[in-house]
């Protein structure tokens, strides 16, 4: 007698001696299921820190005494400690005003001569000054700080 069988499945014998039907295509999927599966419980339990990154300075220029607002992430108190603006000759620190996860502000400081600046920090899991993409032009003051 022989069993007759729909297309893509194929019997597998028993040690008993009777046939069961299985689809080829089934034992891939559950094993894919399987890995997936702990790929996401391994990636739960292990999340790696985000890496402190300022995307954009808005807006891109000021005077002294302005307040700016940069854009990134990982940007939160425990994570950036100081900011710096920087032309590869002097660091200038600034006054962090407000701090969030995804922006800051600051305030230029006094005595930064004019030209393009990049942003600097300083991490808590790294003690060096890391320069970020993000730029910000210093313009002459024609008049007093206004703070804005």
């Known amino acids: 007698m022989r069993a007759t069988v729909a297309p893509g499945l194929h019997l597998i014998q028993r ?30 339990k292990d999340p790696a820190p985000q890496a402190i990154h300022v995307r954009e300075v808005a ?16 940007l939160n108190a425990e994570r950036v400690l100081e900011v710096y603006l920087t032309n590869q000759f002097m660091d200038y620190r600034v006054e962090i005003m407000e701090q969030t996860d995804h922006w800051f502000t600051f305030r230029i400081p006094a005595g930064v001569p004019e030209g393009k600046f990049r942003i600097a920090v300083v991490g808590s899991d790294s003690p060096s000054v890391l320069e970020q993409p993000a730029f910000v032009k210093v313009i002459e003051a024609k008049g007093p700080p206004t703070g804005e």
């Open 59 to 74: 807006p891109p220029q000021g005077k002294a005494g302005d307040i700016l607002k940069a854009y990134g992430d990982a």
């Open 15 to 44: 040690k008993e001696g009777t046939m069961k039907r299985t689809n080829r295509f089934m034992i891939p999927v559950l094993l894919l299921t399987g890995v997936a599966g702990a790929l996401t419980v391994f990636a739960e």
